[in-house]
Protein backbone atom coordinates (compact mmCIF):
# COMPACT_ATOMS: atom_id res chain seq x y z
CA UNK A 1 0.00 0.00 0.00
CA UNK A 2 0.99 3.37 -1.09
CA UNK A 3 0.29 6.78 1.97
CA UNK A 4 0.62 10.15 0.46
CA UNK A 5 0.80 13.11 2.34
CA UNK A 6 0.05 16.35 1.53
CA UNK A 7 1.25 19.27 3.75
CA UNK A 8 2.59 22.59 4.55
CA UNK A 9 5.14 20.50 6.77
CA UNK A 10 6.16 17.48 4.94
CA UNK A 11 9.44 17.32 7.26
CA UNK A 12 8.09 17.00 10.41
CA UNK A 13 5.62 14.11 8.43
CA UNK A 14 8.56 12.32 6.92
CA UNK A 15 10.54 12.46 10.04
CA UNK A 16 7.85 10.59 12.23
CA UNK A 17 7.42 8.12 9.65
CA UNK A 18 11.04 7.48 9.37
CA UNK A 19 11.01 5.99 12.47
CA UNK A 20 9.83 2.04 14.45
CA UNK A 21 7.47 -0.26 12.93
CA UNK A 22 6.58 2.08 9.66
CA UNK A 23 9.84 3.20 9.01
CA UNK A 24 11.20 -0.46 8.83
CA UNK A 25 8.36 -1.33 6.58
CA UNK A 26 9.06 1.43 4.46
CA UNK A 27 12.40 0.07 3.75
CA UNK A 28 11.77 -3.54 3.36
CA UNK A 29 9.64 -2.30 0.49
CA UNK A 30 6.08 -3.35 2.17
CA UNK A 31 4.30 0.36 2.50
CA UNK A 32 5.29 3.64 0.72
CA UNK A 33 4.63 6.53 1.62
CA UNK A 34 5.58 10.04 0.57
CA UNK A 35 5.38 13.75 1.62
CA UNK A 36 4.40 16.94 -0.48
CA UNK A 37 4.75 20.16 -0.04
CA UNK A 38 1.46 21.56 -0.90
CA UNK A 39 3.59 25.55 -1.01
CA UNK A 40 5.68 23.92 -4.24
CA UNK A 41 2.15 24.11 -6.16
CA UNK A 42 1.32 27.88 -5.71
CA UNK A 43 1.50 30.05 -8.66
CA UNK A 44 1.50 32.98 -6.19
CA UNK A 45 5.81 34.42 -6.69
CA UNK A 46 5.86 34.73 -2.88
CA UNK A 47 4.82 31.28 -2.11
CA UNK A 48 1.86 32.01 -0.50
CA UNK A 49 -1.05 29.73 0.14
CA UNK A 50 -3.49 31.26 2.09
CA UNK A 51 -5.65 33.89 1.87
CA UNK A 52 -8.74 36.39 3.56
CA UNK A 53 -12.08 34.77 3.91
CA UNK A 54 -14.36 36.16 2.16
CA UNK A 55 -17.74 37.37 4.20
CA UNK A 56 -14.77 38.61 6.28
CA UNK A 57 -14.18 36.27 9.93
CA UNK A 58 -10.94 36.07 11.54
CA UNK A 59 -7.93 34.55 10.13
CA UNK A 60 -6.85 33.06 6.94
CA UNK A 61 -7.64 30.64 4.38
CA UNK A 62 -5.54 27.93 2.77
CA UNK A 63 -6.67 28.53 -1.04
CA UNK A 64 -7.95 25.91 -3.53
CA UNK A 65 -5.37 26.09 -6.14
CA UNK A 66 -2.36 25.45 -4.36
CA UNK A 67 -3.83 21.98 -2.69
CA UNK A 68 -5.77 21.43 -6.32
CA UNK A 69 -2.77 21.29 -7.93
CA UNK A 70 -0.62 19.60 -5.90
CA UNK A 71 -3.18 16.78 -5.16
CA UNK A 72 -2.49 16.87 -9.97
CA UNK A 73 0.73 15.75 -8.78
CA UNK A 74 0.22 12.92 -6.51
CA UNK A 75 -2.26 11.34 -9.01
CA UNK A 76 0.12 11.59 -12.15
CA UNK A 77 2.71 9.32 -10.01
CA UNK A 78 -0.25 6.85 -9.42
CA UNK A 79 -2.01 4.35 -12.04
CA UNK A 80 -5.42 5.36 -9.91
CA UNK A 81 -6.35 7.92 -8.16
CA UNK A 82 -6.24 7.74 -4.56
CA UNK A 83 -8.28 7.38 -1.81
CA UNK A 84 -8.57 10.78 -0.84
CA UNK A 85 -9.13 11.58 3.19
CA UNK A 86 -9.08 15.28 4.32
CA UNK A 87 -7.86 15.45 8.21
CA UNK A 88 -10.63 17.26 9.90
CA UNK A 89 -12.82 17.16 13.59
CA UNK A 90 -15.43 17.36 11.45
CA UNK A 91 -14.75 14.34 9.91
CA UNK A 92 -16.29 10.60 11.23
CA UNK A 93 -13.63 9.58 14.21
CA UNK A 94 -11.38 7.20 13.31
CA UNK A 95 -12.05 3.24 14.67
CA UNK A 96 -10.00 -0.29 14.61
CA UNK A 97 -12.47 -1.12 12.09
CA UNK A 98 -12.15 1.75 9.37
CA UNK A 99 -8.65 1.76 9.78
CA UNK A 100 -8.52 -2.17 8.98
CA UNK A 101 -10.93 -0.97 5.67
CA UNK A 102 -8.55 1.64 4.78
CA UNK A 103 -5.40 -0.79 5.26
CA UNK A 104 -6.79 -2.77 2.22
CA UNK A 105 -6.89 0.24 -0.40
CA UNK A 106 -4.00 0.30 -3.01
CA UNK A 107 -3.39 4.37 -2.23
CA UNK A 108 -4.29 6.81 0.31
CA UNK A 109 -3.75 10.16 0.37
CA UNK A 110 -4.19 12.31 3.59
CA UNK A 111 -4.56 16.17 2.95
CA UNK A 112 -3.50 18.43 5.96
CA UNK A 113 -5.33 21.57 6.19
CA UNK A 114 -3.94 24.32 8.47
CA UNK A 115 -4.83 27.99 9.16
CA UNK A 116 -8.70 28.31 9.87
CA UNK A 117 -9.43 26.07 7.83
CA UNK A 118 -9.24 25.27 3.74
CA UNK A 119 -11.16 26.60 0.72
CA UNK A 120 -14.78 24.35 0.67
CA UNK A 121 -14.27 24.08 -3.37
CA UNK A 122 -11.56 21.79 -3.57
CA UNK A 123 -12.62 19.77 -0.69
CA UNK A 124 -16.07 19.70 -2.67
CA UNK A 125 -13.68 18.77 -5.82
CA UNK A 126 -11.20 16.01 -4.69
CA UNK A 127 -11.96 14.82 -1.20
CA UNK A 128 -13.97 11.11 -1.15
CA UNK A 129 -13.87 11.42 2.80
CA UNK A 130 -13.45 13.17 6.32
CA UNK A 131 -11.18 11.88 8.93
CA UNK A 132 -11.11 13.13 12.63
CA UNK A 133 -8.94 11.57 15.66
CA UNK A 134 -11.28 12.28 17.98
CA UNK A 135 -13.65 15.44 19.35
CA UNK A 136 -10.78 18.34 19.85
CA UNK A 137 -9.17 20.79 17.60
CA UNK A 138 -5.39 20.43 16.32
CA UNK A 139 -3.62 23.11 15.29
CA UNK A 140 -3.19 21.70 11.70
CA UNK A 141 -4.20 17.62 9.97
CA UNK A 142 -0.35 16.62 10.50
CA UNK A 143 -0.48 15.10 13.74
CA UNK A 144 -3.77 13.42 12.89
CA UNK A 145 -3.09 12.60 9.25
CA UNK A 146 0.59 10.90 11.25
CA UNK A 147 -1.90 8.79 13.50
CA UNK A 148 -3.82 7.34 10.64
CA UNK A 149 -0.77 6.48 8.22
CA UNK A 150 0.58 4.54 11.89
CA UNK A 151 -2.37 2.76 12.67
CA UNK A 152 -3.69 1.94 9.15
CA UNK A 153 -0.01 0.98 8.01
CA UNK A 154 1.21 -1.39 10.83
CA UNK A 155 -2.18 -3.50 9.61
CA UNK A 156 -1.01 -3.02 5.46
CA UNK A 157 -0.26 -6.71 4.95
CA UNK A 158 3.44 -7.86 5.60
CA UNK A 159 4.31 -4.87 7.90
CA UNK A 160 3.65 -6.60 11.07
CA UNK A 161 6.20 -9.41 12.22
CA UNK A 162 4.56 -12.53 11.47
CA UNK A 163 4.17 -13.19 15.27
CA UNK A 164 2.57 -9.72 15.86
CA UNK A 165 -1.23 -11.09 16.14
CA UNK A 166 -3.37 -8.00 16.31
CA UNK A 167 -6.34 -10.06 16.03
CA UNK A 168 -5.87 -10.28 19.99
CA UNK A 169 -5.29 -6.32 20.19
CA UNK A 170 -7.28 -3.92 22.40
CA UNK A 171 -10.48 -2.76 19.54
CA UNK A 172 -10.08 -6.24 17.26
CA UNK A 173 -13.19 -8.21 18.44
CA UNK A 174 -14.91 -5.16 20.88
CA UNK A 175 -13.33 -5.45 24.05
CA UNK A 176 -10.38 -4.35 25.55
CA UNK A 177 -6.91 -6.82 26.21
CA UNK A 178 -5.62 -8.96 28.58
CA UNK A 179 -3.15 -8.00 30.87
CA UNK A 180 -0.09 -9.61 29.94
CA UNK A 181 3.37 -10.38 32.18
CA UNK A 182 6.71 -11.40 31.42
CA UNK A 183 9.68 -12.20 33.14
CA UNK A 184 10.72 -12.41 35.89
CA UNK A 185 7.96 -13.88 37.97
CA UNK A 186 8.01 -12.41 40.91
CA UNK A 187 8.67 -8.67 41.15
CA UNK A 188 8.51 -6.29 43.90
CA UNK A 189 5.95 -7.84 45.79
CA UNK A 190 4.25 -9.25 43.07
CA UNK A 191 3.52 -12.29 41.27
CA UNK A 192 1.98 -13.60 38.22
CA UNK A 193 -1.16 -15.20 37.83
CA UNK A 194 -0.99 -19.15 38.46
CA UNK A 195 -2.71 -20.85 35.22
CA UNK A 196 -0.23 -18.41 32.61
CA UNK A 197 2.55 -21.03 34.24
CA UNK A 198 0.46 -23.97 34.24
CA UNK A 199 0.99 -24.31 30.41
CA UNK A 200 -2.62 -25.67 29.93
CA UNK A 201 -3.38 -23.59 26.87
CA UNK A 202 -6.94 -23.99 27.07
CA UNK A 203 -7.20 -22.77 30.51
CA UNK A 204 -5.45 -19.95 29.92
CA UNK A 205 -7.40 -18.89 27.04
CA UNK A 206 -10.57 -18.76 29.09
CA UNK A 207 -8.65 -17.29 31.87
CA UNK A 208 -7.46 -14.42 29.34
CA UNK A 209 -10.89 -14.02 27.41
CA UNK A 210 -12.34 -13.26 31.34
CA UNK A 211 -10.19 -10.64 32.04
CA UNK A 212 -10.67 -8.89 28.27
CA UNK A 213 -13.97 -8.95 29.48
CA UNK A 214 -13.64 -7.74 32.85
CA UNK A 215 -11.19 -5.08 31.38
CA UNK A 216 -13.49 -3.70 29.54
CA UNK A 217 -16.47 -3.39 31.53
CA UNK A 218 -14.40 -1.48 34.30
CA UNK A 219 -12.73 0.91 31.75
CA UNK A 220 -14.90 0.71 28.73
CA UNK A 221 -18.28 -0.38 29.81
CA UNK A 222 -20.08 1.02 26.80
CA UNK A 223 -18.02 -0.83 24.18
CA UNK A 224 -19.94 -4.25 25.63
CA UNK A 225 -23.27 -3.00 23.88
CA UNK A 226 -21.54 -3.51 20.62
CA UNK A 227 -19.48 -6.68 21.17
CA UNK A 228 -20.22 -10.18 19.71
CA UNK A 229 -21.04 -11.95 23.30
CA UNK A 230 -21.63 -15.54 23.86
CA UNK A 231 -24.33 -16.99 26.73
CA UNK A 232 -20.94 -17.66 29.02
CA UNK A 233 -20.15 -14.12 28.56
CA UNK A 234 -23.20 -12.73 29.63
CA UNK A 235 -23.35 -14.78 32.47
CA UNK A 236 -19.68 -14.60 33.65
CA UNK A 237 -20.56 -10.49 33.61
CA UNK A 238 -23.42 -10.93 35.13
CA UNK A 239 -21.26 -12.49 38.12
CA UNK A 240 -19.27 -9.49 37.65
CA UNK A 241 -22.22 -7.22 38.63
CA UNK A 242 -23.00 -9.41 41.59
CA UNK A 243 -19.57 -9.62 42.81
CA UNK A 244 -19.58 -6.31 42.70
CA UNK A 245 -22.92 -5.27 44.02
CA UNK A 246 -22.04 -7.20 47.51
CA UNK A 247 -19.02 -5.20 47.74
CA UNK A 248 -20.11 -1.97 47.65
CA UNK A 249 -22.84 -3.63 50.01
CA UNK A 250 -20.14 -4.44 52.39
CA UNK A 251 -18.43 -0.89 51.97
CA UNK A 252 -21.54 0.78 52.98
CA UNK A 253 -22.73 -1.24 55.77
CA UNK A 254 -19.20 -0.84 57.06
CA UNK A 255 -19.06 2.95 56.82
CA UNK A 256 -22.45 2.85 58.59
CA UNK A 257 -21.45 0.67 62.03
CA UNK A 258 -18.20 2.75 61.94
CA UNK A 259 -21.01 6.15 61.96
N1 LIG B 1 -7.41 18.76 12.31
C1 LIG B 1 -7.58 19.50 13.41
N2 LIG B 1 -8.10 18.80 14.40
C2 LIG B 1 -8.28 17.53 13.92
C3 LIG B 1 -8.80 16.32 14.46
N3 LIG B 1 -9.25 16.25 15.71
N4 LIG B 1 -8.82 15.24 13.69
C4 LIG B 1 -8.39 15.30 12.41
N5 LIG B 1 -7.89 16.40 11.85
C5 LIG B 1 -7.83 17.51 12.58
Given at each position: ???????????????????????????????????????D?????????????????M???????PI???????????????????????????????????????????????????????L????D??????D????????????V???????????????T???????????????Q???????????????L???????????????????????????????????????????????????????????????
Open positions: MRISIMTLFPEMCERVMEESIIGRARRAGKLQADCWQIRYTLDKFGRVDDTPYGGGGMLLQADYRCYEAVCQTAEKRPHVIFMSPQGKTLTQDRAFQLSRKEHLLLVCGHYEGVDQRVDEIVEELSIGYVLTGGELAALVADCVGRLCPGVLSDHCFTEESHWNGLLEYPYTRPAQWHDQGIPEVLSGHHKNIEAWRHQRALENTWRKRPEMLEHANLSEADLKFLKELEQGEQICSQEDSSNEENLA
